[in-house]
């Protein structure tokens, strides 16, 4: 038993503390900042904001 | 701006949308082979599932049918349809849409190919073996871990694979702000190891005692759902929404809030399944109150893609991705609000035990899940093969079979339980009078299976005629037509 609980704790505590550590992370890097600009981050010039990009395919 | 990409060194003066397709056509293609593999095998498993799911649903009406021999009874086929559809169909498209839309979120090309190939063939072999070990009679009987002991570890090789590649694509990303769907790919990758092997060390490994292994299996059970399937459709609808209509995200601060509070909360649901049941009342009311907490995500996602969405619904009459995302978009607020009421107490007692559940879990890995999955494949796949999807015919075909099947499985099934429910609660009605409340019911279920595997067979076909490149080449690296020439040729 002994075992297993070691290693879910430290599981527990490796995944928990990453946790923390990733929104640490992003409030230090300014992740949290700029929500204006970062919903823009997936369009480019050959997409850009106002390009549709499906369709269904064209009969023929 | 992209100083190393090959056009601009040769041509200082290409244009940047030349570059950013150039750009994006090249990461489409490093992703080709481990997100195809991904996506047949899905297709394969999904058409396995069906058929085992449809065999289990007429055997609730009809006990005798095709039990002669022990492999194809109800014991052993119902397990296989769930652990089919659960890790053969549902996880493998997520992990193809994952290692896609992690491609493109890091803007870079996909690294270590041999690897993903790998985990895709031990994945596929894990499933092979658990599902013959479950028909040979070696389930384990603890739901959503039915495969036995000797399939699981080739799961996790697979799955570990996986997690380290997304640790390594994300390390090497392109410098810039991490999209919102990047938060959940990463989380639902890093969270779906860590989940899979606590409850295999606690239950299989060296088991817990006693009734703590239902908290084992019920916290796992709904992280399933819950911190793997949702991170991945809702990354996939966060992308897919706004890039099919070509506008941003209602607004960030919510998807941001959304996800937070999901990572916070969701966790603590699982136990709302065991009201009722030999435990602790703290670990119940625990979790009676973080699902009552599910509502903020749920409603941040639901308020975010209606508003996104909003003024643009006629989209959905010619993007098949849009009508696939949004029904599975729809679907979730549904399925989320429906499962938050049923951990209320007061309903849990009357919807416990009844088909009403079962109806539940279908509205969300199918009406959610399993509709996101198939928007996203018919973005993805004519981007990685290069050819249009060959009919548009088929493809309403597919929508409309599997949309009324999904509906028509989760409204005969919610009604029955509720009646089948009330039933159970009457102290002066019989067991049977139960049964046969649920049975009529049960009847359409089985129906709606076979317009669901009829959905699937169509399906099944379009995508082995792309990948046989029977339709037309697609025009240009971007788009398929102008918006305007859509809407002018659209149909229903």
Redesign the interface.
């Known amino acids: 038993?002994t075992?297993?609980l070691f290693?879910?704790l430290g599981?527990l505590i490796f995944?928990s503390g990453?946790?923390l550590a990733a929104?640490w992370w992003?409030i230090k890097d300014g992740?949290?900042r700029?929500?204006?600009?970062?919903?823009?981050?997936?369009?480019?010039?050959?997409?850009?904001?106002?390009?549709?990009?499906?369709?269904?395919?064209?009969?023929? | 701006m992209k100083p190393h990409s090959l056009l601009s060194s040769i041509n200082p003066a290409t244009e940047p949308d030349t570059l950013a397709a150039h750009e994006r056509v090249e990461i489409d293609a490093s992703t080709r082979g481990p997100v195809l593999l991904f996506f047949g095998s899905a297709v394969f498993w999904l058409l396995v599932g069906s058929v085992l799911g449809l065999l289990s649903a007429w055997k609730m009406t009809h006990p005798g049918l095709l039990d002669s021999m022990g492999f194809l009874t109800f014991g052993r086929i119902r397990p296989a349809h769930l652990n089919v559809v659960i890790y053969g169909w549902a996880s493998s498209a997520g992990i193809g849409t994952g290692l896609w839309l992690m491609a493109r979120l890091c803007r870079v090309p996909l690294m270590h190919s041999k690897l993903l190939v790998s985990a895709a063939v031990f994945w596929n072999l894990g499933i092979l073996v658990g599902v013959l070990g479950i028909l040979a009679g070696d389930s384990r009987s603890i739901e959503w871990l039915e495969f036995p002991g000797y399939a699981t570890p080739i799961l996790f090789v697979a799955y570990a694979c996986i997690g380290v590649w997304a640790v390594i694509m994300f390390r090497f990303r392109k410098p810039g702000h991490i999209y919102v769907s990047q938060w959940y790919l990463l989380a639902a990758f890093l969270w779906f190891p860590w989940m899979y092997a606590t409850a295999n060390i606690m239950l299989v490994w060296q088991p817990i005692q006693g009734s703590a292994q239902g908290a084992v299996n019920w916290w796992f059970a709904h992280n399933v759902l819950g911190l793997w399937f949702t991170p991945i459709g809702l990354a996939s609808a966060y992308y897919m929404i706004p890039k099919v209509i070509g506008r941003p995200i209602h607004s960030y601060y919510l998807s941001i809030l959304g996800f937070w509070s999901l990572a916070l909360f969701y966790s603590w649901n699982g136990m709302h399944h065991l009201i009722g049941g030999p435990f602790p009342a703290w670990m119940i009311s625990a979790s009676v109150v973080a699902s009552i907490m599910m509502f903020i995500p749920v409603v941040t996602v639901a308020i975010n893609h209606h508003m996104t969405m909003s003024d643009h619904f006629d989209a959905l009459k010619w993007s098949p991705t849009l009508r696939f995302t949004v029904f599975g978009a729809m679907a979730y607020t549904l399925v989320s609000l429906q499962g938050i009421s049923m951990a209320i107490p007061s309903v849990n007692t009357l919807t416990h035990f009844t088909d009403y559940t079962v109806g539940h879990a279908h509205l969300g890995l199918y009406g959610f899940f399993s509709m996101m999955m198939f928007g996203a494949m018919y973005y993805i796949v004519p981007r990685l093969v290069g050819w249009e999807w060959p009919s548009a015919t088929m493809i309403r075909w597919h929508f409309w079979l599997v949309a009324t099947g999904v509906l028509l499985m989760v409204g005969s099934l919610t009604i029955g339980g509720i009646l089948q429910g009330l039933a159970l609660y009457d102290p002066t009605a019989s067991f049977r009078s139960s049964l046969d409340y649920a049975t009529p019911f049960r009847w359409l279920r089985g129906i709606s299976g076979f317009l669901l595997l009829a959905g699937h067979l169509v399906f099944a076909s379009l995508f082995v005629l792309m990948l046989l490149k029977t339709g037309r080449r697609r025009e240009g690296p971007a788009l398929f037509a102008a918006p305007a020439e859509n809407r002018s040729e659209a149909a229903v």
């Open positions: 038993m075992a297993g290693l879910l599981g995944l990453s946790a929104f992003a992740q949290l700029n929500l204006q600009e970062a919903p823009l981050t997936i369009f480019d010039d050959d997409e850009p904001v106002g390009a549709p990009t499906d369709r269904f395919p064209s009969r023929k």
